[in-house]
């Protein structure tokens, strides 16, 4: 099994953690700390080999089916990645599991993923649930019962609205929410979102492929800038005055694959299979953790909790219903554009096609959605905001809060 995701989202916990909860024992093998681990690799391509090489390493016998093997960075050495095809072929009683950073910028090298031999998994910051069940396991108890057209008590729509506020502020990164739930203290949360940008920016600058690490870094420092513009459509003048879409593509290509940004494509139409009709040239991206998103805007705390306006406020909230979002249907959330109409996300739900309306207060005025809904008779049309559950004829208000169980409540 390969888990792939951004640094710094868990995966090397979670392997440690399988490790010690499921097997007798497991050894550990860390790429980017042991460089001499990768000649292994490049001499040897019989599983049985290597596994008697790196036992006498570790010092522990390895057993099938009783020691968990574990490869962490495995970007660094695309041999070993090629290798989990012979342990599949040859040694398959041997348990192996590999984290990688980068394996999407891995994949365009030929020869270098062992395609059909491997199970893949993502790995992504903790969603607001998670997030909830992590800080205040009683309201998440709660929340986990809430069904499709329920009344929330106002009570507990303030105490989750609350916890929302928090989880714009902590974001989903593992180590963030460890730290609030141990010491509460969000100067320790910023001081962590500050780190870790710096990791990424040092991961970009390290990078030494084909996509200039320069470029690279300035397309991510870039995306405040272009989320705060009216439309937040990417614009490649925006990164460097005069810049174009051959200067810049493969570093946001780059950027989408290692799972540091999230894209959304303008379509056309919404019309299914909305995939048909996507723009390639016009999109939006998004950053793939909503507080590290809050931090690198400078938003202040105080802005997010004591309901100012701030002009940010538009682009936070649909990071976060985007973040929420991804992965619970089948294809990807797309947006609408126009000269005269915008919907700020469009769902494709088996056939049927759902707009959807991202609001950061209670404010209900949405021309271009209410223009869509009184054209079209769409079946679902969805407003996030932090109204109440409730339907007002044909929209049907989910809280923030409920994003995550958007599917589940159609």
């Given amino acids: 099994?390969?888990?792939?995701?951004?640094?710094?989202?868990?995966?090397?916990?979670?392997?440690?953690?399988?490790?010690?909860?499921?097997?007798?024992?497991?050894?550990?093998?860390?790429?980017?700390?042991?460089?001499?681990?990768?000649?292994?690799?490049?001499?040897?391509?019989?599983?049985?080999?290597?596994?008697?090489?790196?036992?006498?390493?570790?010092?522990?016998?390895?057993?099938?089916?009783?020691?968990?093997?574990?490869?962490?960075?495995?970007?660094?050495?695309?041999?070993?990645?090629?290798?989990?095809?012979?342990?599949?072929?040859?040694?398959?009683?041997?348990?192996?599991?590999a984290a990688c950073s980068l394996l999407g910028t891995l994949l365009a090298k030929p020869k270098s993923y062992p395609v059909g031999m491997v199970n893949l998994l993502d790995i992504f910051p903790l969603t607001f649930d998670e997030f909830l069940d992590a800080t205040d396991s009683a309201l998440y108890a709660y929340y986990e019962c809430i069904q499709k057209e329920q009344l929330i008590e106002e009570i507990f729509h303030n105490r989750l609205l609350e916890a929302y506020n928090y989880y714009l502020i902590i974001g989903g990164m593992p180590e963030c929410v460890t730290s609030w739930v141990k010491y509460k203290d969000p100067a320790k949360i910023s001081q962590i979102q500050h780190e870790l940008i710096e990791i990424y920016e040092n991961?970009?600058?390290?990078?030494?492929?084909?996509?200039?690490s320069g470029r690279i870094l300035m397309v991510f420092r870039s995306i405040v800038t272009q989320l705060a513009k009216p439309n937040e459509k990417f614009m490649y003048g925006a990164v460097r005055e005069g810049g174009r879409a051959r200067d810049f593509e493969e570093a946001i290509e780059w950027l989408v694959s290692a799972g540091m940004l999230?894209?959304?494509?303008?379509?056309?139409?919404?019309?299914?299979?909305?995939?048909?009709?996507?723009?390639?040239?016009?999109?939006?991206?998004?950053?793939?953790?909503?507080?590290?998103?809050?931090?690198?805007?400078?938003?202040d705390n105080s802005a997010i909790l004591l309901k100012t306006d701030y002009q940010f406020k538009g682009p936070l909230t649909e990071n976060y219903v985007l973040q929420q979002l991804h992965r619970q249907f089948a294809v990807e959330p797309r947006y609408f554009s126009d000269k005269n109409s915008e919907i700020d996300f469009v769902l494709q739900n088996g056939t049927e096609i759902i707009p959807i309306e991202a609001k950061s207060g209670e404010d209900k005025s949405a021309p271009s959605f209410k223009k869509y809904i009184t054209d079209h008779h769409p079946e679902h049309a969805l407003r996030f905001s932090k109204r109440g559950y409730r339907k007002d004829g044909y929209i049907t208000n989910l809280p923030l809060y409920l994003a995550r169980k958007t599917k589940e409540l159609l």
Avoid at 3 to 21: C, D, I, P, S, Y
Avoid at 29 to 53: G, M
Avoid at 203 to 212: E, I, L, R, T
Avoid at 269 to 283: I, N, V
Wanted: aromatic content about 12%; hydrophobic content about 40%; charged content about 30%.
């Fill in 203 to 212: 991961d970009f600058s390290k990078h030494n492929g084909k996509v200039n």
């Fill in 262 to 299: 999230n894209r959304v494509y303008n379509v056309s139409k919404m019309e299914h299979p909305l995939s048909a009709f996507d723009r390639l040239d016009q999109f939006k991206l998004f950053v793939f953790d909503t507080g590290l998103l809050k931090h690198m805007a400078g938003i």
């Fill in 1 to 97: 099994m390969v888990l792939k995701g951004a640094r710094q989202v868990g995966k090397t916990w979670l392997m440690k953690e399988f490790g010690q909860n499921h097997y007798d024992s497991f050894v550990y093998f860390n790429f980017d700390e042991e460089d001499e681990l990768k000649s292994i690799f490049e001499t040897n391509k019989n599983p049985h080999r290597i596994i008697d090489l790196l036992s006498m390493i570790s010092g522990k016998k390895i057993l099938p089916g009783e020691t968990l093997i574990i490869f962490d960075e495995i970007q660094e050495c695309p041999e070993a990645l090629n290798t989990l095809k012979y342990f599949k072929e040859k040694a398959n009683d041997y348990h192996v599991i």
